[in-house]
């Protein structure tokens, strides 16, 4: 003891004056096989060359017992993945009644799930530290876990996510106004798997890792903010895996069959219903009036069919079609607005953009809202496979207030 410290003479009560640090030298790991823990564990990532590993299953070589440890998270020694010691475990809640489910890596954090609660921890110092708490947002398995390009995403019975390295953002939200209702997420979503499409920077989420069931997707698009509703016999497959990127940009899953892997090619349906929300172009409550409407589009739109409503009621008047020479077409309620050969004279079918110009069959004036809806004629024809809008443009004017 002499060697490390003194004691103050007379004053034993404020203990051991230490004439220089105390420096504790921390042996390496395989000379502390007292500390060190085997590991069977359900989750893994690593980050800044230390592996971190969730829901274990621990056993000790002092204590010589085994513990099941569901909601605790370790971490290795640097650039030995599989050497693991009692104290280096990391628990961001305990007896929250949750275990983990899934870990993921972004920007120097690690996203720990749990069934009902995210833990985003920091892991860029020697140090971790529990950065936030988010509640709702943990995920039922770990295939609901996705990297992007842009942060991690992930989905469960609430809606989809995305971390960013520094918020969580709610992919069905925007600007305060829900563009997927509660219902209708809540109906679709069962034990979800979600994946990304780098190639085209998309969000897949799939209804169920599990159920078979009708194949139904939603696709988030990364670049234009947007959602697509679509059905694939991709998905169809009642055990399917989770999502991997292959080497060449690729989705891939697998079943209890084979390998599958993500296309988003165009198929030819009847069952198209596409519909924006109730549009009051930033003025909910100043009254507009619209002249026109102008959609670019390429490929065979002879069966296609745009309505209009007001409001909030829903779109079912139609539009007269402006030729190139003026006249109008269209306008009763079987005529299908885009089934001519092109305001430029083109000829449908073909891969050049065209622009179809709208006219209202009657007058809109003293709104607030105004609402479109494009779908196929499904009594007659299907729409083209190699149909496809790149733009909507709406011609309105804000009126006076009186």
């Known amino acids: ?62 204590k010589g017992s085994i513990k099941v440890e569901s909601d605790a998270m ?55 530290v529990l950065e936030s708490t988010h509640k709702h947002k943990g995920v039922s398995n770990p295939a609901a876990i996705c990297k992007t390009d842009y942060g991690i995403a992930w989905a469960n019975q609430h809606g989809c996510y995305l971390y960013d390295g520094k918020k969580v953002v709610d992919l069905l939200e925007k600007g305060g106004i829900q563009r997927i209702n509660e219902l209708t997420w809540s109906t679709f979503i069962g034990a979800p798997m979600v994946g990304y499409f780098p190639l085209k920077r998309q969000i897949i989420v799939v ?25 694939s016999a991709t998905f169809a497959d009642a055990v399917k895996s989770n999502f991997i990127t292959d080497w060449n940009g690729d989705l891939v899953h697998a079943t209890s069959i084979t390998p599958k892997k993500w296309s988003d090619t165009s198929a030819v349906s009847s069952v198209v219903d596409f519909q924006t929300k109730d549009i009051d172009f930033g003025h909910p409550s100043v009254r507009k009036k619209i002249y026109k409407v102008y959609i670019s589009y390429k490929g065979d739109g002879r069966n296609v069919q745009v309505e209009y409503g007001v409001d909030g009621i829903a779109p079912s008047s139609n539009f007269y079609l402006i030729s190139s020479d003026g006249s109008t077409t269209g306008g009763s309620a079987a005529a299908k607005c ?14 050049d953009w065209l622009k179809a110009e709208l006219k209202p069959s009657a007058s809109i004036n003293n709104i607030n809202s105004f609402r479109l809806k494009i779908s196929g004629d499904a009594s007659s024809n299907n729409i083209a496979a190699d149909f496809e809008i790149n733009d909507i443009s709406i011609i309105y004017r804000i009126k006076s207030v009186k």
């Not at 007292?34 to 274990?56: P, S």
């Not at 280096?88 to 609660?117: P, S, W």
């Not at 696709?219 to 679509?230: E, G, H, L």
């Not at 885009?338 to 891969?351: E, I, K, R, V």
């Open 207 to 231: 209804d169920d890792i599990a159920a078979a069931k009708d194949g139904v997707c939603y696709i988030y698009d990364m670049v234009t903010a947007s959602w697509t509703n679509a059905t």
């Open 338 to 351: 885009l089934n001519f050969s092109g305001a430029d004279g083109s000829s449908p079918g073909t891969n």
């Open 74 to 128: 370790y971490k290795s020694v640097v650039n030995e993945f599989d050497t693991f010691a009692s104290y280096n475990k990391i628990e961001a809640a305990v007896n929250d009644g949750e275990e983990i489910t899934g870990l993921a890596e972004f920007a120097d954090k690690i996203l720990q799930f749990k069934q009902n609660t995210l833990y985003v921890i920091n892991v860029s110092r020697q140090i971790e």
């Open 1 to 62: 003891m002499a060697n490390y410290a003194q004691m103050n003479p007379g004053k034993y009560h404020l203990g051991y004056r230490f004439p220089t640090p105390v420096l504790i030298e921390k042996l390496p790991m395989h000379a502390e096989d007292e500390y060190r823990v085997e590991l069977k564990y359900k989750h893994a990532v690593i980050v800044n060359r230390t592996a971190y590993v969730g829901n274990v299953q621990a056993f000790s070589r002092r």
